[in-house]
């Protein structure tokens, strides 16, 4: 600092001293209200807007595709920028190095940024460099949220699929069919038989929405389906191997 902005900082301190109010009560009063009326606002929404439980976990799943929270796409977004080098450099990367040096720089950035000006305009550097990181941390942020879906959401490795039987496979892969059966190598290896050519087995719909309602275990019933579900479902399956390939 120079001399001459220390000497009108020592001034306005003993002034703000003179007529200013105590740390003790008067702040410790404030941030006691605030933080209660904090935490009053968080119960009051945990009773009001519940948070709703989703489906129960199925550990053999196999099309889960993991997406993260809204707030870590950023994350997610970095590993995608040092991806096509080895398996391990994307992870350090992006969880590891990146977050750390931007702590480090905010631990240490009031010993290098010690100007004693606090109006912004005045701080076009710190003003920058604000804007530049929360600039990079909502466009890696929309580029996570709209990145596309891994393999299973995006379908299976069939063709020749008309409207109904993309609705049926959508219900094949949102049920969580490929934890037990293969289609075009796809899914799991068992405990149930690869579907790939289930098309030239000679069902029709009827008899395959019958199985599906009442199939033998381990395979689960799927009764509680909507029945234009079942029915998209139904032509998805009954065409593997011969219409869809
Ligand atoms: C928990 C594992 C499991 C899940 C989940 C499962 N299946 Fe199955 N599925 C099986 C097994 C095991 C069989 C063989 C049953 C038998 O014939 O004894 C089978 C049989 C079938 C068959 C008859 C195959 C044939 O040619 O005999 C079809 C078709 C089928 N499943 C479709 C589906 C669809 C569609 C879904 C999702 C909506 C599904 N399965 C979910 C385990 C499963």
New binding site residues.
């Given amino acids: 600092m120079k001399p001459a902005d220390k000497r009108a900082y020592d001034r306005d301190y003993a002034q703000a001293k003179k007529t200013g109010k105590p740390f003790f009560p008067y702040a410790i009063f404030k941030d006691t209200v605030i933080a209660t009326l904090t935490v009053l606002g968080i119960i009051i929404l945990a009773i009001v807007v519940r948070v709703e439980v989703g489906e129960p976990v199925n550990p ?1 799943t196999t099309d889960f595709v993991p997406r993260p929270e809204w707030y870590f796409y950023f994350a997610f977004e970095l590993l995608k920028i040092f991806k096509n080098q080895d398996v391990f450099t994307p992870l350090i990367m992006a969880t590891f190095m990146v977050p750390n040096i931007l702590i480090i720089l905010l631990v240490v950035w009031p010993f290098i940024d010690r100007g004693p000006e606090r109006r912004i305009w005045k701080r076009p550097f710190a003003l920058g460099l604000t804007v530049i990181v929360t600039g990079m941390l909502c466009y890696l942020t929309w580029m996570g949220a709209n990145s596309p879906a891994g393999v299973a959401k995006g379908g299976l490795p069939v063709s020749g699929l008309d409207e109904e039987a993309t609705k049926g496979m959508g ?2 892969l949102a ?7 293969m289609v075009a190598g796809v899914g ?1 290896p ?4 690869d ?1 790939t050519n ?1 098309g030239t ?1 000679g ?1 029709d719909n009827a008899k ?1 929405i019958a ?2 309602k009442a ?6 019933s ?1 009764a509680s ?1 909507p029945p234009a579900e079942l029915e998209a ?1 139904a032509t ?2 009954t065409g593997l191997g011969t219409t869809y390939k």
């Fill in positions: 053999a219900v094949y049920n969580g069919c490929g934890s037990c059966h799991a068992g405990p149930g038989p579907l289930e087995k069902w395959m199985w599906f199939p033998k275990p381990p395979m689960p799927y389906l479902l998805f399956i």
